[in-house]
C-alpha cells in the first residue's frame, strides 16, 4: 500500500497523522482544564510532519486536486495552531 511507503506522496497519511495528533493532544493537555504537559510537544511534531506530508502533494499547475490539497494544507496548520495554543498556554499563567 502506497500509504505505507514513507518515500511516496500520500494524502491519507498526511490526513490520517494529523487527525491522530489532534485526539492525542486533546487527551494528553486535559480540555478544558488546560495543564502543563511537556509530552504535548510530540502531537506538535507529529502535526508539523503530517503537514509538511500533505505539502509534498502540491502540484505546479492549479486543478481540483491541487485545491483539495490546499484545503487539507490549511486544515493541517489549523491543528497545528490548536496544539500550539493547548501547548504555550498553560505555562503563559493565562488560565485559572
Do not use: E
Not at 29 to 37: K, T, V, W
Amino acid at each position: 500500500m502506497r500509504v505505507f511507503h514513507l518515500r511516496q506522496r500520500s494524502l491519507v497519511r498526511g490526513t490520517v497523522l494529523a487527525l491522530a495528533s489532534f485526539v492525542a493532544g486533546f487527551l494528553i493537555s486535559g480540555f478544558p482544564a488546560l495543564r502543563p504537559n511537556p509530552w504535548m510537544i510530540a502531537p506538535v511534531l507529529v502535526c508539523a510532519a503530517a503537514a509538511l506530508d500533505t505539502a509534498r502533494c502540491m502540484q505546479r499547475r492549479w486543478n481540483f486536486y491541487h485545491g483539495a490539497v490546499l484545503l487539507l494544507l490549511y486544515t493541517d496548520l489549523m491543528i497545528l495552531l490548536l496544539l500550539t495554543f493547548f501547548l504555550v498556554v498553560p505555562y503563559s499563567g493565562l488560565t485559572p
